[in-house]
């Protein structure tokens, strides 16, 4: 071995052990956060113009508040003012999106009904159980999720794993043993150190919100608190106002609850990067259960027959993988790889435990 080779092996070997210890000194996160029902053509291409007109039947849109907001020219401008800080910063200089069908990328549920409680079971099974969740009806989850998973091998407190949803059933999907993690969900009382915090939860009961859920901005109080005060290693958030202004067929709504939704994703971001046990320490996952409709009537519908419905996106900021902002071409993705790939994030190999579960992505890679 010549004593260049010799140097560099040996500084290979440093670079592989320092890293090893790094990882072993400071164990990665994850966070997960889903938009329910959020589609492509928002994500991608902001204010349809379609549906817009579609829903002024005739009327000039000049006059429409949504418009004048959201529209401009280009797909790019129009999304980025929706979604500001996901466009503009998390996409540029931390993550990846996949699941632009534009940019001949694409990302599908595997479950044939397009449904929520079919794609929360995909995303945190690792699998479609399509012979058994069907619809919405309330019914225990069949196979441990990923987030019990993950608090069984890793050996960590219930508070070590934690899910906040702004809908009630996810206390029967979160988890297929009850306890097993720590759950806060549709209107479920949280109890914290903060005054401000106590008195919005016990707002809750006095609100009228959503059949079953309450609004988001409850649930990323309470997951944001959470996080600051219990340094969960793996944190799920669900945020449904997406779906509901959606089936009510309020399309301005819709683009009001994805700005928000944006905001609160930069929120949870900058906290994230202000805590040093998650400072680039941390990958961070944001998808959907299902997709809608592509027309403008079928806009706010989702299900079995909606063939459109079963296409959903993908951001993934992962401290080990270089690539940003939009993926182009390559392999379909699939929701049900999201379960493996938060496992793997964490060191754990799902697929050794549920070999029918969908393979994880892989998160390294190089400019
Ligand atoms: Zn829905």
């Not at 106002?241 to 089936?247: G, M, N, S």
């Amino acid at each position: 071995m010549s004593l260049r080779l010799l140097l560099l092996s040996c500084l290979l070997s440093c670079c592989a052990w320092s890293h090893a210890a790094g990882s072993a000194a400071k164990p990665r996160n994850v966070v997960l956060v889903t938009l329910d029902g959020v589609r492509v053509q928002e994500m991608f291409g902001g204010a349809d113009i379609a549906v817009m007109k579609h829903l002024a039947r005739g009327a000039p849109l000049d006059g429409n508040a949504s418009y004048q907001r959201y529209w401009a020219p280009s797909a790019e401008e129009r999304r980025a003012r929706i979604m500001p800080f996901l466009w503009g910063t998390l996409l540029r200089q931390h993550a990846w999106i996949a699941g632009d069908p534009a940019k001949r990328s694409h990302v599908e549920v595997t479950n044939r009904f397009h449904t929520s409680y079919p794609g929360y079971a995909e995303i945190l099974t690792g699998r479609a159980h399509d012979e058994v969740i069907v619809d919405n009806k309330e019914q225990r989850i069949p196979v441990p999720t990923v987030l019990e998973f993950a608090r069984r091998e890793l050996q960590l407190p219930r508070s070590a794993v934690a899910a906040f949803s702004s809908w009630d059933l996810t206390n029967s999907f979160a988890e297929q043993e009850p306890g097993t993690i720590t759950l806060n969900a549709g209107f479920a009382a949280y109890a914290s150190g903060d005054p401000a915090l106590r008195a919005l939860s016990a707002a809750q009961d006095e609100m009228v919100a959503w059949d079953g859920s309450r609004f988001d901005y409850i649930t990323e109080r309470f997951a944001l608190d959470y996080l600051k005060r219990e340094r969960p290693r793996l944190l799920y958030v669900l945020l449904g106002d997406t779906d509901e202004v959606a089936h009510d067929g309020r399309y301005e709504l819709l683009l009001q609850s994805l700005r928000h939704a944006d905001h609160f994703l930069e929120e949870l971001w900058t906290q994230l990067q202000a805590m040093p046990q998650y400072r680039d320490n941390t990958v961070l996952i944001v998808t959907a259960d299902h997709g809608r409709g592509k027309t403008p009537d079928f806009w706010g519908s989702h299900d079995e027959e909606i063939e459109a419905a079963k296409n959903i996106w993908l951001v993934v900021a992962a401290p080990d993988d270089a690539r940003r902002g939009e993926l182009e071409g390559g392999p379909t993705l699939y929701q049900n790889q999201i379960a493996a790939t938060i496992a793997k994030a964490l060191g754990l190999d799902f697929d050794r435990a549920y070999p029918e579960a969908g393979k994880p992505i892989d998160l390294h890679s190089t400019p």
